[in-house]
């Protein structure tokens, strides 16, 4: 992987809309390495699902419905990680077809915006290997920013 995918990046698409309906499209996605994905629903009680660590997975989100803002932080330590990393943020809207791509080695947490937010997560790593990836933080662990990037 180069140094390029090393860091989080916005893959954008794009909507067509004509009298037959619409068309939500994202043809720089590659799905060479995803091994599956999933579609997160946050409830309504709690809409923040928070913090999700992966050394080895990377995660592609794509928001299906709704709003939700995504959040990430790069790991420094994973035993333990400095409570003063960096939060970045990204707002990710089923009204904009776009892909945000989080490699290896960051802590990611969804917010949903609106109540029915849904987004799609796909990953790279097969899912008899996760065990050795998935690292959990507390929900506070991180300030959470509310700027879009």
Known sequence: MSENNKIPKLIKGGIHTDQRGQIS?????????????YI??????????AWQGHKIDNKYFYCIQGTVRVHYVKIDHWESPSKDLKVESIVLSADQSNVLHIP???ANAIESLEVGSKLISFSTLPLDRTSEDDVRFDSDMWELVNSEK
Do not use: C, Q, T
């Open 25 to 37: 499209y994202v043809n720089d996605m590659k799905f060479d390495a995803i091994e599956r994905f």
């Open 40 to 49: 997160i629903s946050n409830s309504a009680e709690n809409p923040l699902r």
């Open 104 to 106: 290896e080695g960051y």
